[in-house]
């Protein structure tokens, strides 16, 4: 059995300074973020509570960097799903959605919060993408502080 990983880079969305130097980051302030709405300008996030975590802040400001040039920008998810429920089912921090609602449709992906300076295994991140895998949804591996990584891990017989 042989197994694919690909992964593509997002970046948190920064406020720009007032020098245009044509980089391809977002133009939203921390204070437009979506902490105290349930969507900020772009339609970006919903939250069930108008405190979101900071985990949940840190997901919706996330925007593609590295992938295919229609999504490069584009905002990760819509809908962020961190509860007990979350947990308990899928056995992650937050459940990633790409609509407003996480009724409008399956999920992307599963999102693990990983600490800082804390090393992860080759078999602990393959287990991860194993678990994704079977919810057909992708891994999202992040700090509080960092980028982003996202994987998708497909096995194949051979």
């Known amino acids: 059995m042989g197994t694919t990983l690909s992964s593509w880079l997002f970046m948190r969305r920064r406020p720009r300074d007032s020098s245009d130097d044509g980089d391809e980051e977002a133009s939203t302030s921390p204070e437009d973020s979506c902490a105290s709405r349930t969507q900020d300008a772009d339609g970006a ?66 999102a693990w919060c990983v600490e800082e300076g804390a090393p992860i295994s080759a078999l602990s991140l393959l287990s991860l993408c194993r678990v994704a895998n079977s919810c057909r949804k992708k891994t999202l591996l992040t700090s509080l502080h960092g980028e982003a990584l996202i994987l998708t891990y497909t096995a194949t017989l051979t």
Do not use: W
């Open 45 to 110: 996030a919903y939250f069930a509570d108008h405190f979101p975590s900071p985990l949940s802040r840190h997901l919706c400001s996330l925007r593609y960097r590295r992938t295919s040039a229609d999504k490069v920008n584009s905002i990760v998810c819509r809908y962020v799903a961190e509860d007990m429920t979350t947990q308990q089912t899928y056995g992650c921090h937050a459940h990633l959605y790409e609509t407003a609602s996480p009724d409008e449709s399956h999920g992307a992906a599963l």
